[in-house]
């Protein structure tokens, strides 16, 4: 037993002096050899001797081709190998690595990527070659079969579209990318494969390349920044053999991370540096499917040849398992007894109505039928394994970043304190739940890192409440209208601030005090929003400053569980401007803006309403039509100005000569129109025509000028006592339509005189004569 455990530590030490003598003589980073020797050695010398000065061991390039680094791997002659993924994948299954140390990182610009793929080209001139159905019976140049980008991908792609060059086409293999674009150019080959950066790569050596040549099946892929005609794979691994010490491989990778694209290193490069290793399970499916090395043959394997070529593993397994079935007897009994009490744990979890988890370093270990149901998952095998986060969304209510927040708590847990905290989880349907989240430490005997009991109360409803209070309150402060609340007594014990705004009153005056409430029903009010649930109405109020004010305003009644009132809400807004703004329209609409008499549609209005008041009194009125002489010449020979001038002052002069219930209309122009009530008899009426027509012929001063008109009336009588039958049938337009003929008709006379309709004769008066000895006229 000694002799074996000497024999053991001195395998050891050779092994180290080993390691350490190969670290000592420096490295070999080899370099898959898809473009010309001389290129590569001018683009990743730099990458060499970068790395040499960051790991302090002298690290050598070579450029090898497939058979040549594979000769170098399982000689152990390269330490360090960069290469496609495909080849990658044909070494891994012939020789035990160690994994992928980094991706390379590929730019062109600014962009970058670590994604490859292939391209298929043609020259420009070639009409016959457009799509990848054009690709059968044509003759196709390749590096080789083994690389990704220059033949694998290209082939999967055609697979897919219909189209097998392994049994259809002539494939030439020339070794480099370079010689097949060159093959390409000049008519060896009709179509090229080769990977994605060659062209651009290769467009300073040839100039002009990209009119020469054209890329089939071409995909506009957002971020990636070169010509591709297949789907993306992961771009080169750089890989360590298990022989390399450990120290040496972290050094390395901390220096390839350490590249950054503005580096003068990856621009010389053409990179943007290396990233963690990428995910090289697609490239295992290509070769899957299409059959390549290393998946192009199933051994057949039989018990013999493993218990020949594996005798001694078979032995050592043989020992193992005896030691095992021997530790298992002897460990038998502790497991039995761990077991009852973790089933005895699990039933008190998976029973208990809270939901409730085991967590051990945040990964889910445990959970129970309350918690998968609040995540809404119905299974815990989609939930076990995976750390809590993973549950949650990327950051919580306060800013903290899941992952963060939960290591603090496990930190916490950690030193033996129990932790609470609001967390907020997301269903498997997408939508989000809050809980309260306790965590609390469970010590096992010999268990270095304790496992971790959570339970979640659910608290969302509560977080619901919050923030429909706090949208309310924000409602509160910020409505431009006023908003009041106050007991159910009506005294007020809240306002907001446009509420201070509109009644002038400071918080402090108006809590506690009753709200502006209408002059006419005061706090009668809150007794109807009591009994219909709310009140609305407008009333005026007037502001402590002296302002008057109109106010609309809403009460509404608030009610508890037992269908108590308990309070009211009040919302008003000013809308004195409104009203204003209304009585402005009105007036605009029924009130001549000129000489602010009544308009035309307010004058047939009044004729409405006078005309049924002298139906119920049996009393008379009269229409009168006033035109005005000799008015245009004025308006033409001193201007609009005083022509405006002019009909304000007679507008002023027949007003002052007409009774307070007559009404005065203008019609447009200078028409103007009077409705005379109550005529007692027709001298009276034309004793008052003849003062408007005096009145109107006085002199007028306008625009420093002296100016004299007259003016033509026609009138007519509305008396129903008289001809009560006849005069149903009338109404105020067929007045106002005779008193107009009776004008024209005095104009016809002469002007400056009124006239009568008195059916299809008329009598006329100037003003010198009487009213019984006015002539008639036909």
Not at 27 to 39: K, N
Not at 72 to 83: E, Q
Not at 576 to 596: C, F, G, I, N
Request: aromatic share 8%; net charge negative.
């Amino acid at each position: 037993m000694r002799k074996r455990l000497r024999f053991g530590l001195l395998v050891l030490l050779l092994s180290a002096d080993v390691f350490a003598g190969s670290a000592e003589e420096g490295l070999t980073l080899g370099v898959f050899a898809y473009r010309p020797d001389t290129i590569l050695q001018e683009r990743y010398a730099p990458l060499a001797d970068y790395l040499s000065e960051q790991v302090g061991v002298d690290i050598r390039l070579e450029v090898l081709n497939q058979d040549a680094m594979n000769r170098a791997v399982a000689a152990n002659r390269v330490d360090l190998f960069l290469t496609n993924p495909s080849h990658f994948l044909q070494i891994r299954s012939e020789r035990s690595l160690t994994g992928v140390l980094a991706t390379l990182i590929r730019s062109s610009g600014d962009v970058s990527t670590t994604s490859l793929g292939g391209v298929i080209i043609t020259r420009t001139d070639r009409p016959d070659i457009e799509s990848l159905e054009d690709l059968r019976g044509k003759i196709i140049a390749s590096p080789g079969i083994h690389f990704l980008g220059g033949y694998q991908a290209q082939v999967l792609e055609l697979r897919d579209a219909g189209v097998d060059i392994r049994r259809q086409n002539l494939v030439r293999y020339l070794d480099t990318h370079d010689r097949v674009v060159r093959s390409v150019l000049s008519g060896d080959s009709d179509v090229g494969f080769i990977r994605t950066a060659i062209l651009e790569q290769m467009v300073d050596e040839i100039p002009g390349l990209f009119d020469q040549i054209k890329v089939l099946n071409s995909q506009q892929l957002s971020e990636f920044p070169f010509a591709v005609s297949t789907r993306l794979y992961p771009e080169w691994p750089l890989v360590a053999l298990p022989h390399v010490d450990p120290r040496i491989v972290r050094r390395v990778a901390s220096a390839l991370f350490a590249i950054e694209p503005e580096d003068p290193l990856a621009r010389t490069m053409g990179i943007a540096g290396f990233s963690p290793p990428a995910d090289y399970q697609s490239v295992e499916y290509l070769a899957r499917t299409l059959r390549v090395p290393p998946y192009d043959q199933m051994p057949q394997v039989t018990w013999v040849d493993v218990l020949d070529q594996y005798r001694l593993w078979v032995v050592t397994i043989l020992v193992l398992l005896i030691l095992l079935v021997a530790s298992s007897l002897w460990l038998g009994k502790r497991k039995r007894q761990l077991a009852t009490e973790q089933k005895r744990l699990n039933r008190l979890i998976l029973s208990w109505p809270q939901p409730m988890l085991m967590l051990r370093n945040g990964v889910l270990m445990d959970i129970n039928r309350a918690a998968m149901d609040l995540l809404k998952h119905r299974s815990g095998a989609t939930m076990l394994g995976r750390n809590l986060a993973a549950f949650s969304p990327v950051r919580q209510d306060d800013g903290q970043i899941s992952y963060e927040k939960l290591e603090q708590l496990l930190e916490g847990v950690a030193a033996d304190r129990v932790m609470q905290s609001e967390w907020l989880l997301s269903r498997s349907d997408g939508s989000d739940v809050y809980v309260d989240m306790t965590l609390a430490p469970i010590h096992e005997k010999g268990e270095t890192d304790p496992l971790v009991l959570c339970s979640w109360y659910d608290i969302t409803a509560r977080k619901q409440a919050e923030q429909r209070q706090r949208l309310a309150a924000s409602v509160f402060e910020c409505a431009r209208e006023a908003i009041f609340i106050t007991d159910n007594h009506g005294m007020v014990i809240d306002v907001n601030d446009a509420y201070r705004a509109i009644t002038g009153r400071s918080r402090s005056r108006a809590v506690g005090r009753l709200p502006p409430l209408p002059m006419d029903e005061g706090i009668s009010v809150f007794s109807s929003a009591r009994s219909q649930g709310f009140w609305m109405g407008e009333f005026p109020s007037r502001h402590p400053n002296g302002d008057e004010l109109i106010l609309s305003a809403t009460i509404s009644s608030v009610r508890d569980e037992q269908g108590e009132v308990t309070h009211f809400v009040g919302i008003f807004s000013d809308i004195s401007r409104l009203k204003e703004q209304e009585r402005k329209l009105r007036v605009m609409a029924h009130y001549d803006a000129l000489t602010a008499l009544p308009n035309r549609v307010l004058f047939a209005d009044r004729l409405q309403q006078a005309m049924a008041l002298t139906r119920r009194q049996g009393s008379r009125l009269a229409v009168a039509y006033i035109d005005l002489d000799e008015f245009k010449p004025v308006n033409d020979a001193y201007g609009h100005r005083a022509g405006d001038q002019l009909l304000v002052e007679v507008a002023s002069r027949m007003r002052a000569e007409l009774r307070e219930e007559d009404t005065l209309a203008r019609l447009g122009g200078d028409e103007f129109a009077a409705i005379i009530m109550d005529v007692q008899d027709q001298k009276t009426l034309e004793t008052l025509l003849a003062r408007l027509l005096a009145k109107i012929s006085a002199p007028a001063w306008v625009m420093d000028h002296s100016v004299e008109i007259s003016a033509s009336i026609g009138y007519t009588l509305f008396a129903p006592v008289q001809n009560e039958q006849a005069l149903e049938e009338l109404d105020g337009d067929q007045l106002l339509r005779q008193a107009d003929q009776a004008m024209y008709r005095a104009k016809q006379q002469g002007r400056n005189r009124y006239v009568r309709y008195a059916g299809e004769a008329f009598q006329a008066s100037s003003p010198g004569q009487s009213a019984g000895g006015s002539p008639r006229a036909d």
